[in-house]
């Protein structure tokens, strides 16, 4: 599970770091799991996070996630489907994105036109699944997690599926 890797996060950030990816399939080889018996869940889904106001600065940069009242998530962080988050970054002026080269993962910043506040999508598309993918098959194999948020013949559907590594 290389997944929600950023529950409880105060500042915004990967839901599936590529460095964190490695480090958790390298501790399982070294207790002793053969590498042929592991298998890589990977999200086909990102975060949006609610940001501070103070955050707007710098777009290109994490933003600090508000605070919350009783739910982190639900209040200040969301799990969308690529899909949605296509959407969000068309319904407001396609800002620029942003590659995060720590994490290998995309992310862009825009304020909200419906609430009027300062968001961040955090997400992995097919060009940083890729990456992903290479590093779990120099292990075993890849499992999906969500396949199901990146509608069938949604702008996303094609590319996400050609992504995948073929084996012969």
């Given at each position: 599970m290389a997944y929600d890797m950023c529950w409880g996060a105060k500042v915004a950030t990967a839901n599936s770091p590529i460095n964190s990816d490695?480090?958790?399939?390298?501790?399982?080889?070294?207790l002793g799991v053969p590498a042929s018996n592991i298998v890589l869940g990977l999200p086909w889904y990102g975060w949006a996070y609610k940001c501070?106001?103070?955050s707007a600065a710098n777009s290109?940069?994490?933003?600090?996630?508000?605070?919350?009242?009783t739910d982190w998530y639900g209040e200040v962080a969301?799990?969308?489907g690529l899909?949605?988050?296509?959407a969000a970054w068309n319904?407001?002026?396609?800002?620029?994105?942003?590659l995060d080269e720590s994490t290998q993962t995309k992310f862009f910043t825009y304020?909200?036109?419906?609430?009027s506040s300062l968001m961040q999508c955090w997400f992995d598309d097919h060009e940083t699944l890729s990456k992903k993918y290479q590093i779990a098959e120099e292990?075993?194999?890849i499992a999906l997690w969500t396949s199901d948020m990146v509608r069938i013949g949604g702008s996303n559907y094609d590319d996400m599926w050609d992504a995948l590594p073929v084996r012969n």
């Open positions: 490695v480090a958790g399939l390298q501790q399982y080889v070294d501070t106001v103070d290109t940069e994490p933003c600090t996630v508000q605070d919350y009242v969301f799990q969308w899909d949605d988050i296509t319904d407001n002026g396609q800002p620029p994105i942003t304020i909200d036109s419906s609430t292990y075993r194999g």
